[in-house]
């Protein structure tokens, strides 16, 4: 309960993401279902001895510090991973291991109800949006349907598709997933069934979220776009969903009657020792061990928003002052779609064009973040928003660019992608710059910024993107040239404009 109202504010979060997420609804039923298998295992507890074990206020520690870098990494999946690890941890102090691993089965699957880290999200959801669309089209020109795509959108002629985050499949495998999980060790069963039941949940999630996109097709070709929207769209993937679930209930059955059953646990021999008395309870001990695990859960949120309260920084003057001239190129300003720039959730942001007679145009574009915070507002990647647009990327490598005349004595990293669409091709950079520090990894970038948040109180940068359009492959080394000229320039300029 401590846990529960002290860090009520995470819970309330989590619960809202649960109503207005479909990805995640699914949540709702983890808790009652975890409730169910520790009323199942009643008996069980009732046997155990209990007694405080010094390992879980350890535990308790460890969630305190890891609640700390999930605050400071603007990270939601890792407070609330936290909480639940704390929650366990306090469990394993006042009452003992024994008890810990008796309810296994139903702590572990409180971790099954946490949305996924957001960069995990979107690194996931649009591969996936990818893979579901280029088989779909696939086994719609097989059955005799005209369809082509383009990054994530089926054109069939009469109408567009686009395969959104919705129709990726990743709402059908988690629930599929964790059922599994509960059904694999809800009773004893064989090692391998319980591999297989586990791992035949992806792919099964994954093939009927592509039947549903390819019946989708079909029925919208003889009765109109409208089945793709709306009450359809949402009733085709509650009816998928049902028949996946059926289905992985038939192949568990299956599995229950095939050769091969757990060997039960080997009968521990009989102890030397004379059997203890038992003793009554310690009042002392149980209160002393609830007040320091009630101390623990009190202090530590208090403490942990005291060290996460990193302050915005503003930036040294407005990026709108960014110059339109540069190493000779004329530049005009664009805008961004305010919807666009909201999911962005950034805090300025410029877009300039750079032309030069005879030269190919340069596409400069950064994006500023004066605290990066849970829920939204931190850096997103570039290699998931080209592909978006339908750009396949052709090539991806981490460069290091040194000083060319006329930029100073300056080295900078940027990953650098080719990338291509229906022929025409891309030489893209992209890069992570602030706090004095330059990053190409996400990962990189996570870490210092947990790092400097605690030493340094910032969290704040910028992402900055550069995109020059090819009229062949093979101008990739001449436009290179040219465009490590530019980002050393970018970046240099840059610097007078970051805090």
Not at 283 to 295: G, M, N, P, Q, S
Not at 362 to 389: E, M, N, V
Not at 393 to 417: C, F, H, W, Y
Request: charged letters at 15%; hydrophobic letters at 50%; glycine letters at 8%.
């Amino acid at each position: 309960m401590a846990v529960i109202l002290t860090f009520w504010g995470t819970w309330s979060k989590l619960f809202s993401q649960w109503s207005r997420s479909d990805d995640y609804a699914y949540g709702m039923m983890i808790p009652p279902i975890c409730l169910l298998l520790v009323w199942e295992r009643r008996k069980a507890l009732a046997a155990l001895a209990l007694r405080a074990d010094l390992r879980g206020l350890l535990l308790m520690l460890f969630a305190v510090i890891l609640f700390g870098l999930g605050e400071l990494g603007a990270e939601l999946f890792t407070t609330r991973a936290a909480v639940i690890t704390l929650f366990i941890g306090a469990l394993w102090w006042m009452h003992g291991r024994a008890v810990v691993r008796t309810l296994a089965l139903p702590l572990l699957l409180l971790y099954f109800m946490l949305p996924l880290p957001g960069f995990v999200y979107r690194s996931i959801t649009f591969p996936l949006q990818i893979m579901a669309s280029t088989i779909s089209v696939h086994l719609l020109n097989a059955l005799g349907f005209l369809a082509y795509r383009e990054g994530n959108i089926i054109d069939m002629g009469f109408g567009q598709f686009q395969i959104v985050e919705a129709c990726n499949g990743l709402r059908f495998i988690l629930p599929l997933l964790c059922m599994g999980v509960v059904i694999a060790f809800f009773r004893p069963m064989a090692g391998w069934k319980r591999t297989v039941l586990i791992g035949i949940t992806i792919p099964l999630a994954l093939a009927t979220n592509i039947v549903r996109i390819v019946g989708t097709g079909i029925l919208a070709r003889y009765l109109g776009t409208e089945v793709a929207e709306g009450f359809f769209h949402d009733f085709s993937g509650w009816a998928v969903f049902t028949a996946a679930f059926a289905l992985f209930m038939v192949i568990a059955a299956v599995l229950n009657r095939l050769p091969g059953r757990a060997q039960p646990p080997a009968p521990r021999p009989p102890s030397r020792r004379p059997a203890r008395p038992i003793k009554t309870v310690n009042w002392k001990r149980a209160v002393a061990t609830t007040a320091i695990a009630l101390a623990v859960c009190l202090v530590s949120p208090l403490t942990v928003n005291v060290l996460g309260d990193v302050p915005p920084v503003a930036l040294k003057q407005t990026l709108d002052d960014f110059p339109l001239t540069l190493d000779g190129r004329d530049g005009q300003r664009a805008q961004m779609a305010p919807e666009i720039w909201e999911r962005v959730g950034g805090q300025a942001y410029t877009m300039i064009a750079y032309q030069k007679k005879g030269h190919p145009p340069i596409d400069f574009y950064t994006a500023y973040y004066a605290h990066q915070k849970k829920g939204g507002d931190f850096i997103h990647s570039p290699r998931l928003c080209l592909p978006g647009a339908g750009w396949s990327i052709r090539s991806n490598r981490v460069r290091t660019l040194r000083g060319a005349p006329g930029t100073g004595d300056q080295m900078l990293k940027i990953n650098e992608m080719l990338v291509e669409k229906n022929g025409a091709w891309q030489l893209a950079y992209f890069w992570y710059q602030g706090r004095d520090r330059n990053f190409t990894s996400e990962w990189a970038a996570k870490f210092y910024m947990v790092w400097d948040g605690i030493f340094r109180r910032r969290t704040d940068g910028a992402l900055v993107r550069l995109i020059m359009p090819l009229n062949a492959q093979d101008q990739v080394p001449a436009a290179r040239r040219e465009l490590d000229r530019f980002a050393l320039l970018t970046a240099r300029t840059l610097d007078t404009y970051l805090p």
